[in-house]
């Protein structure tokens, strides 16, 4: 009895899953096979076994449902004008060169790092923040890009030299013909815009969080 009733206040993501397969009519055979997660992993889940499970595994058991996750961990149903989220790749710096080839296959079965955000175009992912950002952008901090736009001044936008292994941003500064990048810290001449330096894209948004 005593254990029962310490699943019951500890885990209520287990009482919630259940009561989403509940209400969808699913099995937990056929949540593996759309989802990729092991049939294992979700009978954890739902046995209260797994009290931490993987931000993945969350992030696939939500998206099945269409759900937050915030919403399947707590059981508060969210105003589905507030709870629209989209979960977003987090890559390295040197993989944005190629991004769109590499986030195409990425999913939460083969890529643990993802952030969720408000919607954004598929083809967008995120950058974690480097020290030298500080204080600009503090240790553990999101950026998150879009490739599908046109630079405008004033933007900061992810950019790969030739001859480097890693992208990295510059702010954008359009001036007639003029087109110049400049270091976001003002440490260094601006520098002009030539036809072998190639955009990947523009930050639109950053997050910050204390556990990166």
């Known amino acids: 009895m005593t254990n029962l009733a310490h699943q019951h206040v500890i885990d209520p993501l287990a009482q919630n899953l259940r009561r989403l397969m509940n209400l969808n009519k699913v099995t937990e055979a056929e949540i593996s096979r759309q989802t990729l997660i092991p049939q294992p992993t979700i009978h954890k889940i739902l046995s209260g076994k797994t009290a931490d499970p993987r931000a993945s595994t969350l992030k696939a058991l939500a998206d099945f449902f269409k759900i937050s996750i915030d919403e399947l961990v707590t059981g508060i149903e969210i105003k589905r004008q507030d709870s629209r989220t989209q979960s977003i790749p987090i890559i390295s710096w040197s993989q944005c060169i190629n991004a769109q080839k590499t986030i195409e296959n990425l999913n939460p079965s083969n890529w643990n790092k993802w952030i969720v955000s408000e919607p954004l175009p598929s083809s967008c992912f995120a950058l974690m923040s480097k020290p030298s950002m500080e204080p600009r952008f503090p240790i553990g901090t999101a950026l998150l890009i879009d490739p599908t736009l046109k630079p405008e001044d004033g933007d900061i936008i992810l950019v790969h030299y030739p001859n480097t292994s890693e992208a990295t941003l510059r702010e954008l500064s359009i001036d007639g013909p003029s087109i110049l990048l400049s270091?976001?810290?003002?440490?260094?001449?601006?520098?002009?815009?030539?036809?072998?330096?190639?955009?990947?894209?523009?930050?639109?948004?950053?997050?910050f969080s204390y556990h990166e």
Not at 183 to 206: A, C, H, Q, W
Request: hydrophobic letters at 30%.
């Open 183 to 207: 270091n976001l810290y003002g440490d260094s001449s601006p520098m002009p815009m030539r036809p072998e330096i190639s955009t990947k894209g523009i930050l639109v948004r950053s997050i």
